[in-house]
């Protein structure tokens, strides 16, 4: 018979013993997340007969790494590991498969599919859009004897791409809709906990020690605070997203588009005779040729609407070398007439962008978004701030920039090109004092 023997740490049993529906651990660095997680999956697999278990990272190198090898060598002798289907197979049906979502719409793999565990390592490296997927999986797979309430573990280190969603639940404890506060548990765990590191690598505290300030908070005391989430933290769906009503016909429209054989965004926006800027709908599809986003607008587009412009990245008017021609003409020819290029100056077009959504004397934004632009309300809040240059935003993960890019374009439209380089304020009919975020760039954080 093997036996394995373990043992936790005052946090990571705390953590084994937790029966919430989601449980969170860890916090900072070194706190032996990684092992409590490990170590969560095989107690459940070889307590519970037939149990189907998901773990996941974000990247397959991360989950070889951390996972995919230390379980091998600790299970020899106690699970089978099928390679092609990355699972480990317990003799008493149980089953932990392990996985991964490198991409945003990597998630939809799992759609369908029931898991009674699901263990999310490094949860902040995944959105939320991810994370919502996922417990949608979370049910009684049918291969279990016994009942067993489905649930899910999580550890995480703050900043990253999920950093604001599990801040939310785990640590400010605000809750919306059907969430409910008692489902959610988490348990902080410092380097200070484990044990292990304190005895066997007391100089990775050192090195953790002689982070700059604000990414000591985070990494060694994990906290939460000092690591710049959104990159427009103003964005409120409450605020900034409202439900569609009729356009009047006189309304000025225009549209803007970042093209991409990986992804074409494209924004419609009209402006109320009061100035506000409503954005009221959108096109998000990927793979589609020249030719064929420019049909694909057009169509989306209704006769009678009145189209002023369609502003697009500058790159569209760069010749093709397979053609000689530039994307522009080639969506000219494909019936998209009315093309301009956008002006590109990034940060002072972000500027723009966070002034819009800023609020104003009247209590409301001069940027809305109709309720169905899904891609812009999702992408916009999980912008992140470059880590090299202050002000931009970062480009990674490269899928959510498509749609805020878009935005950029379509509202420095609005702004004449010589004020745009001036980094003046907006010549909106309101007051904008153009001021910097308040905060600190967000810095990536490379895990342990
Ligand atoms: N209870 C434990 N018993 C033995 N080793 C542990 C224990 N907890 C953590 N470790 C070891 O401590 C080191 C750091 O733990 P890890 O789980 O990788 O931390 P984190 O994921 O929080 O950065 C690893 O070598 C891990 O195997
Ligand atoms: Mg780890």
New binding site residues.
Partial sequence: MSEIL????EK?RLFFESSARYTAY?GA????????MR?KMVLLAVNYEGINILLLRRTLGELRE?HIL?LQKLLTGIAEYRESQKEFRFGNGSRIKLGYCDGESDVLQYQGQSYEVIGMEEATHFTYFQFQCLTECNRASGSMKKPFTPRMFL?ANPGGVGHDWFKRLFVDRQYRGNEKAENYAFIR?LVFD????MEN?PEYVETLMALPEKRRAAMLYGDWNSFEGAFFPEFCEEVHVCVPFEIPPDWQRFRALDYGLDMTACLWFAISPEGRVYVYRELYESGLLLSEAAAKIRAATPRQESIRYTVASPDLWNRRQESGKSGAEIMTAAGLTGLKKAQNERINGWRIVREYLKDGEDGKSALCIFRGCDNLIRCLPLLRFDSNVREDAADTPHEITHAPEALRYGLMSRVPRSEGKKEKPLPYSRSFEGRRPEREPYRSII??
């Fill in positions: 373990i043992c936790p740490n990571q860890g660095r070194g706190g032996g997340k990684s092992w409590a170590m951390n230390p550890t765990s484990n044990a292990y590191i690598n895990d342990y």
